[in-house]
């Protein structure tokens, strides 16, 4: 296929790239009168973390104007919610950011809680579970943004290491959940499972391994020559640029701020635990994944202080709120197929108790009701504050629920990493947003 | 209605009657005496508890007529201001010294239909990390004239926040420097998440039964 020249007074000339001669393409551009050259990246690039589509306007190699063009994996999930019951919900804002599907689910959950006036009712080992979980998750999505910054630099090294330890994380979410994401597990009241045997023993042994798959990963990359003048001094955005658009999160901490909502404003007893806020005041690329890595080490020792927890003082603590009207009825156990049931449950509901049944009826087809007004909960995502704006009329349904996602006000800084830099320099500064697509769209 | 036996209701609208959501006159009690009513419109008063009177007192001052109502609920203030002088509260918010939110969360809308002249809701989270605080601004807007003044000058952030608000509810903001839709397509009709705009969806059959779309199943809120 050769280009077409179809010379319009609005768009220019226009080149079509689909699977010709690339030489030929390179002689006709270079013929060109035009200075000015409008590429459009995406929405099916690999290099921008899903469906996301930049339009750069270059000069040369110099990006003289860079627009984000986003909704392309708009499905609607806040109108969703407004049709299901309040527990449902949790399955729909799972699938939001889903690199980091335990944060949405706990933010969702705290905005319920909060409106139902239960949250220092939650039981301490639930808690303990998301915290947990939450740690896990972090370390996974981070994992997972500095596996595919490095195959988009070209470096597919990192890209096999992050996926592979990535897999590990995804093991123990199955193990503890059932599933590998999406997993619905944190629900209003405290979680839907506990633990299951063995656990315990299973992320202990993930912590003796990690820190050793850290270490090699930071050998890999801290002080790569290729890596280093790949991202050092790129993509750069102060502490006031961050401010006025409201970027949270590892960009943040890149620029200096240790603002981190698991020390400022703790919830689900982060108080309690000892870690570092890890900061750098490069305000670049290089400072973003040195923030990243710090972070999953931090993350480690705060999974290694709830398991001693888990196991030792909130060991066969409830992990459901004791309140009929709002916990689930009967304590599930995972089976083979990561569905959970409870046959003893089962043997009461149906063979000894109407009431038994009729309220588990009642909970689980028509849920609880909340009461009207609204409230904000956040914590703090791989990606900086995650709120959930939850909104109630007094139903049993949320009245509207918004996701304030990291995503997508970080992605607002494109334009302000991007601009006046190079074409090349545009795949570090998008990865470094580390943009989960799914989030941004919701 | 009040007797011996029952407490007084209080005086609000009602939502609506009857219990599995019928539409109709329908009310499976048979008495057609099960009422909603609307959960009544909440306002604070001094002492409103915690850094909140710090809030309110450095904001006061300049804007006492900017402020129509304060609410209190939950361990969380929120200022419902006029629209006219949103951007000069906004402003004043995040330079004051006393005050300094300098970061927003960014803007959620909310479509409440049956409150005439107010339908459409723009909420504001800011987060002050001087001060380490929390507040909310609310301001509303009637359907019939739905302009909200931009605060895109203030906060930048809510350059997209405020195009998904707008994509969403069909809230204008006046003077945000380009307000398109975001997440929708440039050419779609109407606001989704507007209350009057329905969900979709089709029926799925699943064993031999016919389940309903989502809005059509049986609702018990």
Redesign the interface.
């Known amino acids: 296929m050769s280009t077409t020249e179809t010379a319009t007074e609005t768009q220019g000339r226009i080149y079509d790239v689909a699977g010709q001669d690339w030489d030929e393409l390179v002689k006709t551009v270079s013929e060109s009168a035009d200075e000015r050259l409008v590429v459009n990246m995406g929405p099916q690039h690999p290099s921008t973390h899903g469906v996301l589509r930049l339009v750069l306007t270059l000069d040369g190699e110099t990006v003289t104007e860079a627009r984000t063009v986003?909704?392309y994996l708009?499905t609607?999930i806040?109108?969703?919610m407004?049709?299901?019951t309040w527990t449902q919900g949790v399955t729909f804002v799972t699938r939001m950011d889903y690199l980091a599907p335990i944060f949405n689910e706990t933010a969702y959950c705290m905005g319920v809680e909060?409106?139902l006036?239960i949250t220092d009712r939650i039981p301490d080992r639930a808690q303990a579970i998301r915290v947990l979980t939450m740690e896990l998750t972090r370390i996974s999505s981070h994992l997972v943004a500095i596996a595919t910054f490095g195959m988009e630099l070209g470096a597919t090294t990192p890209m096999l290491f992050g996926f592979r330890e990535r897999e590990m994380v995804l093991d123990l979410m199955e193990y503890i959940t059932g599933l590998r994401m999406n997993m619905a597990y944190v629900r209003p009241g405290g979680v839907s499972v506990d633990l299951p045997a063995g656990a315990v023993d299973k992320i202990g042994e993930f912590l003796k391994i990690m820190p050793g798959r850290i270490k090699e990963m930071r050998k890999l990359l801290d002080a790569n020559p290729v890596y280093t003048r790949r991202t050092k001094d790129v993509a750069y955005l102060d502490l006031t640029g961050c401010?006025?658009?409201?970027?949270?999160g590892p960009m943040l901490r890149a620029a200096g701020?240790p603002?981190d909502l698991r020390k400022?404003?703790p919830y689900c007893g982060y108080e309690t635990y000892e870690f570092d806020v890890p900061t750098q005041n490069t305000c670049d690329v290089y400072g973003r994944y040195l923030v990243r890595m710090a972070e999953m080490e931090e993350s480690l020792k705060i999974i290694e202080q709830a398991l001693d927890r888990l196991s030792g003082p909130l060991k066969g603590g409830p992990v459901m709120i004791e309140d009929k009207k709002i916990g689930w009825p009967s304590q599930l156990a995972l089976g083979p197929d990561g569905l959970g049931n409870s046959p003893d449950h089962i043997a009461h509901i149906m063979g000894s108790s109407m009431e038994a049944l009729i309220h588990h009826f009642k909970l689980v087809?028509?849920?609880f009701r909340v009461?009207?007004?609204?409230?904000?909960a956040?914590v703090e995502s791989p990606r900086g504050?995650l709120?959930a704006?939850v909104?109630s009329?007094?139903?049993?349904?949320p009245?509207?629920v918004?996701f304030?996602d990291p995503s997508?006000?970080n992605?607002?800084a494109v334009p302000a990493t991007c601009e006046g830099g190079m074409v090349a320099d545009v795949i570090s500064a998008v990865a470094s947003i580390d943009p989960v697509m799914g989030g941004v769209?919701? | 209605m009040t007797t011996e036996n029952l407490p007084g209701l209080p005086e609000e609208p009602v939502?609506r009657k009857g219990m599995f959501g019928v539409k109709d006159s329908g009310d499976t009690s048979g008495y057609n005496r099960l009422v909603?009513r609307?959960?009544p419109k909440?306002s604070s008063s001094r002492p409103y508890g915690s850094y909140f009177d710090d809030v309110a007192d450095a904001l006061e001052p300049a804007f006492a007529d900017a402020v129509e109502r304060v609410v209190v609920?939950?361990?969380?203030i929120?200022f419902h201001v006029r629209r006219e002088r949103l951007t000069e509260v906004m402003r004043h918010l995040r330079d004051d010294a006393a005050l300094r939110f300098?970061?927003?969360?960014?803007v959620?809308?909310?479509?409440y239909p049956e409150e005439t002249g107010a339908e459409l809701h723009a909420?504001y989270?800011l987060c002050s990390?001087t001060h380490?605080r929390?507040i909310?601004v609310e301001v509303s807007c009637p359907d019939a004239d739905p302009h909200i003044p931009s605060t895109v000058q203030v906060?930048?952030?809510h350059?997209?926040?405020e195009r998904?608000t707008y994509d969403f509810f069909g809230i204008v903001f006046d003077g945000h420097p380009a307000l398109t839709?975001?997440?929708?397509?440039d050419d779609w009709e109407g606001h989704?998440?507007r209350k009057d705009y329905p969900?979709g969806g089709i029926p799925v059959e699943y064993r031999g039964a016919e389940v309903p779309a989502?809005?059509r199943?049986r609702?018990?809120?």
């Open positions: 986003i909704g708009h609607g806040e109108k969703n407004e049709f299901r909060k409106l006036g401010m006025a658009l409201g970027i949270t701020l603002w400022s404003q087809t028509e849920g009461p009207a007004g609204q409230t904000y956040s504050e709120g704006h909104v009329d007094g139903g049993t349904r009245y509207r918004h304030r997508f006000t992605l607002q769209d919701r | 939502a909603v609307r959960p909440l609920d939950r361990g969380e929120t300098e970061l927003s969360l960014g959620s809308g909310v479509h909420v989270h990390i380490n929390r909310r906060y930048p952030t350059d997209w926040h998904e839709r975001i997440e929708m397509p989704p998440q969900l989502p809005d199943r609702s018990y809120s």
